[in-house]
């Protein structure tokens, strides 16, 4: 299977620079049994749940992790935050990067500094040690800014659009920071739609899975065989298990929300044969033709071209028909990617 298949053209005015305007409002296109498509509002999906369905969403909090700061010689350098691999290490990108070499001091704040340590052999990603005194999150909020994706575009010297993003590129429920990127098919929720979906009956649970800087990426090698998926460190609860077990023995059907949480479950069950209570990691690559063990529906964004999203979606509901969608999704000008509108894949 070639990645080239998974590729197709987005007129740049449909991909979301800010938010819509309430969370709920986000436009739904709903993809049922004998490849219908239905346009809603998200506000919909309360219509859509019953008791029939188990909810699993993922509650991972974004982290503010670009950090701009200066080399002694006034140079301007962005660090764009990863992970943290040991104490004060973390792995992060860098730039630009030809301005940098090991033992470069790039100072951030008066709290905070970032020296570089070395460059690693993986996708231009370097070492470095951080340096501060006291709660590395606490700093990170007063001098970091939020990870947007490069597809939007931001002046962060906007504070209002900066204030927008701190609120809006966040899930409402979030709750375990670690992540680099929003699971961006939760933003779409309020805490009065969860509200109303558990009066009807909907069970709802939590998983935690930190999304890495992979979500950005597309994949580069032309054979989809040969694409390794950046790990990414999950756990699920002794109560979402347990939920999730007693709801499949019923027969009830699981809704996940974002690519993220499906990667948890679908993961979980390889590794286990079963959902269980666990703390692990996901390499788990779902491309067509996937057979999912977890996941019966998903709501998810639309994705970027040739990016492992969009392989997993049409593992999900069928390349053709995912194809199909997209291609009256940009007729009908919904807008993509994190900010943008959703689907409800419901086959």
Known sequence: ???SEFDYTLPEE???????EKRENSRMMVLTEGDK????????????????????????????????GFKDTGAKIEVFLLKEKAEKIWEVLIKPSKRVKEGTIIKISEELSVEVIESLPDDGKWLVKMVYEGNILEILHRVG????P?????????EELKKLDFERYQTVYAKDEGSVAAPTAGLHFT?????????????????TLNVGIGTFRPVKCENVLDHKMDSETFE?????????????????KLVAVGTTTVRTLETAYKQFGEIKACKSASELFIYPPYEFKVVDKLITNFHLPKS????????????????KAYEEAIKNKYRFYSYGDCMFIDV
């Open 1 to 3: 299977m070639l990645v």
């Open 14 to 20: 449909l991909i979301a620079q800010t938010p819509s």
């Open 37 to 68: 498509i239905l346009h809603k509002h998200f506000y919909d999906i309360v219509d859509l749940l019953d008791e029939n369905h188990i909810l699993i969403l993922n509650n991972t909090k974004v982290i503010p992790a670009r950090l701009y």
């Open 145 to 148: 800014n939020i990870p947007l």
């Open 150 to 158: 490069p597809y939007i575009e931001r002046k962060m010297t906007n």
């Open 191 to 207: 805490q009065d739609i969860l509200k109303k979906l558990g009066d009807k009956g909907v069970k709802i649970g939590y998983v």
């Open 236 to 252: 699920i609860s002794e109560e979402t298990a347990r939920l999730i077990n007693q709801a499949k023995s019923e027969g009830k």
């Open 308 to 323: 492992t999203l969009l392989m997993l979606v049409s593992a999900l509901a069928g390349k053709d028909f995912i194809f």
